[in-house]
């Protein structure tokens, strides 16, 4: 099986990595996509989109990532105008496995963008509660510590964001005896974060004290160049959130004066900022993902609910004919998926009475919760 994948990829290589991993010997493209952050899809829809309108690869980038993507459209159109087009019409479906891929998915259905089929893994509970919260509650801290080898207990550290990624996070720097500050949008989000003993404030009352800032959102401009101006001399800048522009890495690299020192390469990026006024922050994975940059993500346990959702979702698409929409798996699979992996734990199931089952409304062998089930 070929991979088009290497560490330490620059953003020009990772998207034409990304183009030839879709491009089939004779020109063609795949039947179906397994999606992790969108990147693929993403990239034949703008293909299509720059098809129909090219006013689309002239317009101004928002990140150096944004910029690099429409040079390669440019090159592969160039090549062929309706390179994308065809490659869109053979796609039966796509599977995509995280929050940043399953907005833009629903985005693109609501606007009558969307191409082909697609089912949110990220929204079974055995990927959002387990893959999210759990996964990233290990390899956060992983990543941090084989990038600075700094001691967090005492520290005190931002979390930008508390859903199940947040969520993770805030509980494994926690867990470090770091004191932790969550900065929320969200008041349901934000109650929790205090319910579970967090502080919640904001990036710019924390910005004289902490000494660690995660970015967990998967928005955009969440730590800002001017954040960075005003941080504590050593401070350490971190995002676990899909994309680079979550924290504003080209902003920051064009402050005038700027100097940039690489601590570590590209096997694990460090880097030192040091701003004209003399004091540094430490940039870790250039921005992008933490746990995967610095260190080598989740542990294969709990990746593997994950991929177990993708796999049951790639057998839907094969198997059977979906409207271009967005879909989630059915709550039985969601439940197998679970079951399937207690074993490993040595766990064991209680089994319900029929009479219990009744006085609850379900059966025996589920599924247990209603669809609007908050696990």
Request: net charge negative; hydrophobic share 40%.
């Amino acid at each position: 099986m070929p991979v088009f994948a290497w560490k330490g990829e620059t953003l020009e290589e990772y998207w034409d990595c990304t183009l030839k991993a879709i491009t089939w010997p004779d020109g063609s493209g795949p039947d179906q996509i397994v999606d992790d952050g969108g990147d693929a899809t993403l990239l034949i829809h703008w293909g299509v989109k720059a098809e129909k309108d090219p006013s689309f690869l002239k317009r101004k980038p928002s990140s150096e990532e944004e910029r690099v993507i429409l040079n390669l459209l440019k090159k592969t159109l160039k090549e062929d105008p309706k390179r994308w087009s065809k490659v869109a019409a053979g796609v039966k479906g796509v599977s995509e496995e995280t929050t940043t891929g399953v907005h833009r998915l629903i985005q693109m259905a609501e606007r009558g963008e969307l191409l082909f089929p697609a089912i949110n893994v990220n929204d079974s509970v055995t990927k959002s509660k387990f893959d999210n919260i759990y996964g990233c509650r290990h390899s956060l801290t992983d990543g941090i510590k084989r990038a600075l080898d700094v001691m967090l207990s005492g520290k005190q550290a931002v979390v930008c964001g508390y859903g199940d990624v947040g969520k993770g996070c805030a509980e494994a720097l926690k867990n470090e005896r770091a004191r932790v500050i969550v900065t929320e949008i969200d008041p349901i989000c934000a109650l929790q974060a205090c319910m579970a003993g967090f502080t919640v404030a904001t990036v710019e009352d924390a910005l004289p004290t902490a000494d660690l800032y995660v970015t967990t959102t998967g928005n955009c401009h969440i730590i800002t160049a001017e954040h960075m101006k005003k941080m504590k001399d050593q401070a350490i800048v971190c995002n676990i959130g899909h994309f680079d522009n979550e924290i504003e890495v080209a902003r920051l690299k064009a402050i005038p004066g700027i100097k940039i020192v690489e601590i570590k390469g590209h096997e694990c990026p460090v880097h030192m900022y040091k701003f004209p006024d003399g004091h540094c922050i430490y940039l870790l994975a250039e921005g992008r993902l933490v746990n995967l940059g610095c260190a080598t993500g989740h542990p294969s346990f709990v990746m593997s609910c994950s991929f177990a959702n993708q796999v049951l979702a790639q057998i839907a698409i094969a198997t059977r004919k979906h409207e271009v929409k967005v879909y989630r798996l059915p709550k039985e699979l969601d439940e197998e998926v679970a079951a399937l992996h207690l074993e490993k734990l040595g766990a064991k199931l209680t089994r319900l009475t029929q009479e219990q089952a009744d006085y609850i409304g379900v059966k025996i062998e589920g599924p247990y919760k209603a669809d609007y089930y908050r696990y």
